[in-house]
């Protein structure tokens, strides 16, 4: 068979292992940690703005230029948003208000009486919102309605859209039509979202009402609506889009296809996330690939363009970039960064980062052009001439400054690859209990990015043979354990899970692999994210999960954490400076902390890692001999609901904790205590089991028999070969679980139809034939595969709509590998 067939085979049918009918809620295109991660919202990359994962822009244009004709493969032209009602945080309004139900079919339309509505000032806001963001507006407690007046001068809008902050549950009226609600949801800061036809119609030359109702289900509750109109671009006016014909998706890779003219462009976004290598998984360098070949068989002119928003260096557009452009080791390097560098000055959960520098690299022989300026000049250069002249030097606003190269070759019936490399260097990636601490591929301080650069581009074939090494064993492992669409989620899980942390060196050069609670709270190093997460190190690589347990150890240890339970986190992303999470959730952390310490001895086949942390175990074990089994009114990581007292699964997990415990002791050689707790947890299980049991399932709560809850906790029983529950239980909660499903899955418990999908795959994993472990699955395949919501895989969603309804781009999706676990361990 000749080369050019064999690559056209190749494209047609590539070295992914996912169907074409695969269709990710977002693709990941750049996944190196939790600030640097640039998706695709989508189904097709042409087709909108690339984004980093909480929904801020992040622009990456690609274009290709086949002899002289361009065509856009990457990204979207950036529409202008025109005001046409100011937010509350653009110009101050003030609004009728009442946090009293009104008429439910009258309130939001224009003839309805609303005197006895008081007037205050916008925007609204429960009191433990950020007193910042709450400024000069009004205060609720859970539910408020508001309406204000706006007057226009002319109503011919291109494309009128809303620009909202709503936190939770939204419903939003113009002049008394419909135009946008979302529950269960909520944004984590101002968004541009759509409204509906009949709304814009709706909207009207002189007096115009808004109306919006706005739910807080837990935490801060904030609402603020204006209203702008989308200008749709025009510099893109000669430019076609290249047809894409393909996305596939691999552990390390997406892959798409496109149609430009006489040419088939394949681009695969790599990351070479190895989890064997600590140095790979910490390298910041991204390669995007690109392979060509002629549809005809004749020679072609080829050039690509490679363009990136200063947007990736800063927080939000107010911020201004500078950069630079070098050429060393054979290698042309531009790069942007935030001209006010702050280190490690900005935390938070809907934040970017805005310190370091991001870069974009490639072989210097390869180029034809590059340069920085407005992504408006750099296409219309490009699209003219098939170069880059754009050379702004100056520091301008990140939104209005990009940087570019521009690769060329051409391409006949011989396949051509070309990659460009990117990436970003933080110098300090986070604070640790006061000390700032370098990324793990730079612990000592003396390392470059350049040489980085340098290393990856000499070692670039090596690697993408472990990338796709690495591809074929999660998806054949995935697959022997529990099917195609087990699989495939694990594949559309891998980089999410991996990216949503930072390595790092502690102080004495250890391993920390620090989670961020991403579109939760920010929390840094959160037991109830690692604990969720840990199937996927624990298969992989155990000293990953070890250092994601570290700081939790050294809290307690140094004696900064006094409490006799293990904390929740170590303070909020990227400050690791002790808890600052409100609440503490005692069972559950303690728990946690016992059984996975236990798994790590368990992956690593010693019990080194028990040994060298017993005393703060023993401390945490006795603390739920005392309150772990019946426990008390206090949080648990599934009080979406509210918190429970009495909390079966709770319990449970109390349970697989003591007895991890145990099986640690006994192997320490102490066997009066393994023999005490032993018996301890003999007779939690033989108490649990009357307390709990519901005829056909158990309950929710020791109290309440009409309840019922996922028991995923129950899985290490088997895992772990704690052996402390009749297989009987198991059994009857997967008889009882499936007639419970609905059409996107098993809810999380009786009180809501919402579930979390990691809890999900951990309950399937209980199943004892493969049969009942796919049918549990197949309901959450279907979720990732038709969510409405085009966003990083959340794993909290609605069993009924298949709606997310909250959460993204969470390191818990690590837990799908439960599965595996399960099978790997037998």
Known sequence: MTKYWSFLLLLLFPFSLLAQTFRPPAAPLITIDPYTSVWSFGDELNSSITKHWTGKSHPMDGLIRVDGKTYRFMGAPTPTMKTILPTAKQAAYTARFTTVKPDPNWWYKEGYNISTWKQAPAPFGTHDRNDAMLKGGTEFQNEVWYRCEFTLTAADFEKATLNIFHDDDVAVYINGVPAYDCA???????????????ARKALKKGKNILAAYCKNGAGPGYIDIGLADEIAPKGDDVIQVAKQTGLEMTATKTIYSFEAGPVR????FVAPLILKDLHMVSRPVNYVVYELISTDGKMHQVEILNSFSGLWAVNDASQQVAGKSETQNGLLMLSMGNTEQKLLGRKGDDVRIDWGNAYLAVAAAKVKGSGMG??????????????????????????????????ADKVGAQSLSMHVMLGYDDGYSVQYFGQNLRPWWNKDGNKTIQNEFKNAENDFSQIIKECEATDEMIYQDALKAGGKHYAELCVLAYRQAISAHKLVAD???????????????????????????????????????????????????????AKPFAAHDVGTYPLANGQTYGEDMPVEESGNMLTLTYAVCKAENNIDFAKKHWKVLTTWANYLKKEGFDPANQLCTDDFAGHLARNANLSIKAIMGLASYAKMAEQLGDTKEASEVNALVKEFVRKWMQLADSGDHYALTFDNKNSWSQKYNLVWDELLKLNVFPKTVAEKEIKYYLSKQKSFGLPLDSRKTYTKSDWIIWTATLATNQQDFEALVKPVYKYAMETPDRIPLSDWHETVNGKSVGFRARSVVGGYWMKVLGERWK
Do not use: R
């Open 265 to 268: 462009l394949k681009a695969s």
């Open 507 to 561: 102080p004495s050069g250890a391993p920390l692999f620090l989670s961020k609670e991403n579109f939760s709270n920010g929390s840094i190093g959160t037991v109830d994210i690692t604990y969720p997460s840990a199937p996927l190190f624990l298969l992989y690589n155990p000293t990953l999960l070890k250092g994601m347990m570290e700081p939790i150890f050294y809290y307690s240890e140094s004696g900064k954490w």
């Open 184 to 198: 269960p949801c909520f944004t984590g800061d101002y968004e541009f979202k759509p409204i509906s036809a009949s």
């Open 374 to 407: 407005t992504s408006e000049e750099i296409i219309k250069s490009f699209s003219k001439s098939g170069s880059v002249n754009a050379n702004q030097t100056t520091a301008a606003h990140a939104d209005a400054k990009s940087m570019a190269v521009v690769l």
